[in-house]
């Protein structure tokens, strides 16, 4: 029998129109839609559905949209495959995406949830306000070549290795002038390619504080349960059970890189071989390739 793992997006899978079909189809989607309205504020069914996209990119808004909408995704795969969710054994999610593992797992609810994921964008936002930086995709170095880039920026500002996503995928963060000097030497490094990546700031490096601080705060006063599967975090690629301790890692990934391969290989590892990526775009489902070509990952889009 597979060993069923569920993944969910982060920032970046979001998508203008993402989730307008299934409210239509799924009264479960319309109840979601309807109660993120009342907890944001502000007309979130209308923002994810016809955007436009620049508000559907500003990190205080893209956190909540894409968390609820990967629900929707979820809701979906509840109407039309039961047994598959009922059979998930254990769950991960890129960034953002580790707070709608944990809903899914029921370490809290969607209420909670939401309302720190709203919190989370907000502070994020106003960090990367605070410093011009941003995050920039280095494909075709290993890890240590991304640290050597590090170092030889250095003398512009500062950089840190943000996302260690797969085989030659790393991102990386930093201040704004020392992103300008990334793409030369990593060229001469070996890199195929350098992408600056459409975000607001620096995310996983710590020009992000005090996010982390405000984060904090808003954790401390949520209610969070035992999951009831392993969700693997981003900050060291480890299951945790104890809620504190899940509480404690979601702090530590505002400022730490996220190890998405190590946690992708744990996961292997521990036996789980059917994965299926809940939520909008197929990154996820892109990086397990390059990651294993075997192992199967079934997109469940957010139609």
């Not at 007309?43 to 994810?48: E, G, I, K, S």
């Not at 990967?70 to 495959?81: F, P, Q, V």
């Not at 998405?260 to 489902?285: I, K």
Request: hydrophobic share 45%.
């Amino acid at each position: 029998m597979a060993k069923i793992a569920f993944l969910f997006p982060g920032q970046g899978a979001q998508q203008v129109g993402m989730g307008r079909e299934l409210e239509g189809e799924l009264p479960a989607v319309r109840a979601l839609f309807d109660r993120a309205g009342e907890i944001l504020g502000f007309d979130l069914r209308r923002v994810c559905f016809e955007g436009p996209a620049e508000a559907l990119e500003a990190t205080d808004v893209s956190q909540p949209a894409i968390f609820t909408a990967s629900l929707a995704a979820l809701e979906s795969l509840k109407a039309t495959h039961p047994e598959v969710v009922a059979n998930c054994a254990g769950a991960a999610g890129l960034s953002l995406g580790e707070y709608t593992a944990l809903v899914f797992a029921g370490a809290m609810d969607f209420e909670s949830g939401l309302k720190v994921v709203r919190l989370r964008g907000q502070a994020m936002q106003e960090a990367a306000l605070a410093t011009p930086s941003g995050m920039v995709s280095i494909l075709g170095l290993d890890p240590a070549a991304v640290d050597e880039v590090c170092e030889r920026v250095a003398r512009y500002g500062r950089l840190w290795k943000a996302n260690l996503l797969g085989p030659g995928n790393v991102v990386v963060s930093g201040e704004a002038s020392a992103l300008e000097h990334v793409c030369p030497i990593a060229t001469e490094l070996g890199a195929m390619k350098v992408v600056p990546l459409a975000v607001a700031g620096a995310f996983h490096s710590d020009l992000m504080k005090p996010a982390d601080s405000r984060l904090a705060g808003v954790l401390a006063e949520t209610t969070m349960h035992a999951p009831r599967i392993p969700v693997y975090s981003n900050v060291d690629a480890r299951a945790r059970h104890e809620p504190e301790d899940l509480k404690d890692s979601l702090v530590r990934q505002v400022l730490s890189g996220v190890r998405w391969e190590e946690s992708m290989r744990a996961m292997l590892a521990d036996g789980f071989d059917t994965f299926y990526e809940v939520g909008p775009g197929r990154v996820l489902t892109g990086l397990l390739k390059r990651i294993d070509r075997k192992t199967p990952c079934v997109a469940i889009p957010a139609r």
